[in-house]
């Protein structure tokens, strides 16, 4: 065979092979991306009215004493607090602004607001509005960026509030027939930041609570992207996180956590998770009064919610 032959040959032979049959499919699919966001997004804070006016000699302070005796031309050596309106006194200060997710420029621009306790309980965002009485008041669309509490009240007795919103995956479990397991956490404690003969975290009787409230898949559905409203998670509700543990420099961490998976193993929507921080615990006679030194504290709050192995 000559070359010409063999060249031609080569030709075919590669022809031959480029052209053999082939078999091929295409195929795209979707891809659904949510994840979750925790944040303190609410503040409340209360001082009901004083049962009983409290007394106390000024010169023996472990005794009690009646200040009607001094009419009588006895002791009158005797200090007692007021009667009313000690809630007045108490109020909490916030900035706050709106939510931003994990990708978003944070801090954004805050408002700021005062609000005073009252008899029953005072929040930030109470109705669908805020402070200022304008709308897109719903707190779990708002984020706190701090807070102070400021009480002035005579006696101690101050109830305060911090909320923590959580937004689960806006992935659809339930449906798909996902089993899911979900585990809150919540701890706090209390730090000393003033040089005063007692601490506050040790006079004034502090105890902490916290309670978690969740709706679930396929028992509250949702616009994609849309937030409860302010009365949608009701308090009825709620499961006890922090069983009332006091809360001073010497008790260490208070804390407790709980199963909050729903019927079936259904994911939760949004939960919140309230803090109630309450004082006058086990405080009697001179020991009700509040100090006129200047006290501070700061407390810190850790709150998580997970899906662990099942």
Request: glycine residues 6%; hydrophobic residues 30%; contains cysteine.
């Amino acid at each position: 065979m000559n070359v010409f032959k063999k060249a031609l040959l080569a030709v075919a032979l590669l022809v031959a092979a480029n052209s053999a049959s082939a078999i091929e499919v295409s195929f795209d699919f979707t891809v659904f991306s949510s994840g979750s966001s925790i944040y303190p997004c609410n503040a409340g804070i209360k001082h009901a009215k004083a049962q009983d006016v409290v007394c106390y000699e000024r010169t023996n302070p472990r005794n009690s004493c009646n200040p009607n005796l001094c009419e009588e031309g006895k002791s009158c050596d005797c200090v007692c607090s007021g009667t009313d309106g000690s809630y007045l006194t108490d109020f909490a200060s916030v900035k706050y602004t709106k939510w931003s997710d994990h990708d978003d420029r944070y801090p954004r621009r805050n408002k700021k607001a005062s609000f005073a306790a009252d008899g029953t309980k005072n929040f930030l965002f109470s109705n669908d509005v805020d402070m200022f009485g304008e709308k897109q008041g719903k707190y779990f669309d708002n984020q706190l960026s701090s807070l102070s509490f400021n009480l002035g009240s005579e006696l101690f007795g101050t109830e305060y509030f911090l909320d923590v919103c959580y937004r689960g995956p806006q992935i659809d479990y339930h449906n798909a027939g996902i089993d899911t397991n979900w585990v809150a956490k919540a701890e706090a404690t209390i730090q000393n930041l003033s040089d005063t003969y007692s601490s506050y975290a040790n006079v004034a009787g502090l105890k902490v609570k916290s309670e978690i409230v969740c709706d679930y898949q396929n028992e509250v559905s949702y616009d994609v992207n849309e937030t409860p409203g302010n009365e949608a998670l009701d308090e009825d509700d709620s499961y006890r996180l922090i069983h009332n543990q006091r809360l001073g420099l010497n008790t260490g961490v208070a804390n407790g956590r709980r199963n909050i998976t729903g019927h079936g193993k259904k994911a939760p929507n949004f939960c919140r998770v309230r803090y109630t921080f309450t004082e006058g615990h086990k405080l009697s006679g001179k020991e009700q009064f509040r100090p006129w030194e200047t006290q501070a504290a700061k407390i810190c709050t850790r709150t998580s919610i997970e899906d662990p192995a099942l």
